[in-house]
T-cell receptor, first 112, second 115 residues
Framework: RKEVEQDPGPFNVPEGATVAFNCTYSNSASQSFFWYRQDCRKEPKLLMSVYSSGNEDGRFTAQLNRASQYISLLIRDSKLSDSATYLCVVNRTTSGTYKYIFGTGTRLKVLA | DTGVSQDPRHKITKRGQNVTFRCDPISEHNRLYWYRQTLGQGPEFLTYFQNEAQLEKSRLLSDRFSAERPKGSFSTLEIQRTEQGDSAMYLC?????????????FGDGTRLSIL
């Protein structure tokens, strides 16, 4: 089992729809959480950090559930330009090293 | 531009050749990471530096791979005797030292193709 798991999708949604992705992590020592966006053949770019109380950035809302060890990303009023792969990233500290573990990503296609 | 930069952007080489990639992190970032990414997968951790010290290496990093960060600034990743399975995107990322809740920032990556 992978340490960080995501549904690879693709999620095909019409413009204007609301879509949600979940990501589960298995290491309870995980400390920080992030969502990245990656366009085809490009580098990952930080979308948002995920805070314990949940946080929102425009149309994007991230939630963290430490008890169940999952994080979520909600996209409201989806745009064609939201089409991309969304990577869930977990950071943990082990013996003084800071490691980032990536999920395989969830592909989103927003359709006109 | 004060982001992470990688060079070259693309590298095409024949099997068996050696290749070297360079990464220049964001200047105030102490931590530097190398990843490998293949189609349909998330980035896979290869190795990690805190300043000039290489603190962790993945089992993925066979003895054909070596990375350095001699002065705690830029880093190089060398692959010796390349194999077709080495074809991938090689990504470099950096993050600040100190608190562990800081996100990483990625360079554009080096796309390696082995003929």
């Amino acid at each position: 089992r992978k340490e960080v798991e995501q549904d690879p999708g693709p999620f095909n949604v019409p413009e204007g729809a609301t879509v949600a992705f979940n990501c589960t992590y298995s290491n309870s020592a995980s400390q920080s959480f992030f969502w990245y966006r990656q366009d085809c053949r490009k580098e990952p770019k930080l979308l948002m950090s995920v805070y314990s109380s949940g946080n929102e950035d425009g149309r994007f809302t991230a939630q963290l559930n430490r008890a169940s060890q999952y994080i979520s990303l909600l996209i409201r009023d989806s745009k064609l330009s939201d089409s991309a792969t969304y990577l869930c990233v977990v950071n943990r500290t082990t013996s003084g090293t800071y490691k980032y573990i990536f999920g395989t990503g969830t592909r989103l296609k927003v359709l006109a | 531009d004060t982001g992470v930069s990688q060079d070259p952007r693309h590298k095409i080489t024949k099997r068996g050749q050696n290749v070297t990639f360079r990464c220049d992190p964001i200047s105030e970032h102490n931590r530097l990471y190398w990843y490998r990414q293949t189609l349909g997968q998330g980035p896979e951790f290869l190795t990690y530096f805190q300043n000039e010290a290489q603190l962790e290496k993945s089992r993925l990093l066979s003895d054909r791979f070596s990375a350095e960060r001699p002065k705690g600034s830029f880093s190089t990743l060398e692959i010796q005797r390349t194999e077709q399975g080495d074809s991938a995107m090689y990504l470099c990322a950096s993050s600040p030292g100190g608190q562990n809740n800081q996100p990483q920032h990625f360079g554009d990556g080096t796309r390696l193709s082995i003929l």
